[in-house]
């Protein structure tokens, strides 16, 4: 199974996790400072920035761009609830 190598710049850690892993699962598991409410993508509590790798994630659903939309998110600006790691990259709370 391919890995990927994600950094959480709030905490300064870097992992390495399966490829299609939720970024909130991995957050949740090492203690990571991306907080969440729903899980689903409706609240937009999990919102963060990923600041390098941002094509190593999964393209945004349609329910995440909406979200992400109604709360005037920047342009780096994912749900971890709803992205799914590809390849490497760092992120940090929003």
Not at 66 to 89: P, S, T, Y
Request: hydrophobic share 35%.
């Amino acid at each position: 199974m391919a890995k990927a190598k994600i950094t959480f710049e709030d905490i300064h850690q870097t992992v390495n996790v399966p490829a299609g892993t939720r970024i909130i699962e991995i957050s949740e598991k090492i203690g990571a400072g991306v907080i969440y409410g729903c899980r689903e993508g409706d609240c937009g509590t999990c919102m963060m920035e990923v600041t390098e790798g941002w094509n190593n994630l999964t393209e945004p659903s349609v329910l995440e761009e909406k979200v992400l939309r109604e709360n005037m998110a920047g342009r780096h600006n994912r749900l971890a609830c709803q992205a799914q790691i590809l390849g490497d990259c760092k992120v940090k709370p929003a």
